[in-house]
């Protein structure tokens, strides 16, 4: 919902105040979105939604790290240009679903501001490390968004489900969504009061999920929050460690944040095998892993390779979780081998 109500305003501030009455059939010609083939499932869904249509979802290959380039992002613009269509929107990932990779923020919101195109931050899961020191330059550019998204239930630990848009200009995102009508007219004098979010999104009736991400942040603090997210990209750079140091696994995708992507090779196997004799050993060792209960892992398909995906969101999470989860894997293995 964050990412679908961000891409509304980002288009009706783009396409222009008429479009609200008079629809797309009459908005001319195609306009586009940006975003790196990493980015989430929910901006190309939320195209759809929109009416604007997945082709207009532009997905630029990401580099070597999983990220989005500025230079790619820069000649995808201006061949759009060229060809006719209306580039509008620049979605930027910090941190993506399947390895956590943080896109080049600063870099990006160079671009989108050459070509006065909206510039959205999906930062649903990473957003929040940078809160941390370690990372903290890494977002740089952030502060540059029209819109970040952030899901509270990821990375603030609070209950599902909470999401959230947080709007540089508020104004904007009024005129965007507010609709008149008499039984929603609100004759409250102070601002605090007159205050309705449905004035500045879709919903109208909305429960209030804020409260759980205020009695977070009061009772346990910030700098309480950022530590534990430290920890959690501790645990992954652990993993990483241990799996670099193995001779039976393999890193797939460097560590950004907390989400550790690797395989199961068998040494034996490790000189012979191919992508996709690994891929179905390791797509049968997660779901075993899954069904046994012990331990969870999801997965991530990175240039052709299944990867197995562990997302370190838990404050609870300690090494030995770590060295237990990878101890399951290989036991899942080797019964797997026994099987064949």
Known sequence: MANLTALLLAHRVKAGSSISQTGLLNSGARMM???????HFSIVKAADILGLGKESVRLLPADKDFCMEAKTLRAAVQNDLEAGLRPFCVVASAGTAATGAIDPLADLADVASEFNIWFHIDGAYGAPAAMTDKRRAMFAGLERADTVSLDPHKWLYTPVDCGCLLYRDAAAARQAFVTEADYVKIHEEAEIESFAFWDYGIELSRRFRALKVWLTLKYYGTQRIAAAISDDIAMAEYMAEQVESADDFELLAPVQLSICCFRYVPPKLRESADDAELNRLNERIMHRVQRGGRAYLSN???????????????????????????????????????EN
């Open 33 to 39: 979105i940006y975003a790196s083939d990493q980015v």
């Open 300 to 338: 991530a398909m990175l240039r052709g390779k299944f990867a197995l995906r562990a997302c370190i969101i838990n404050f609870r999470t300690t090494r030995a979780d770590i060295d237990l989860t990878l101890e399951i894997v290989r036991q899942a293995a080797k019964e797997i081998e026994a």
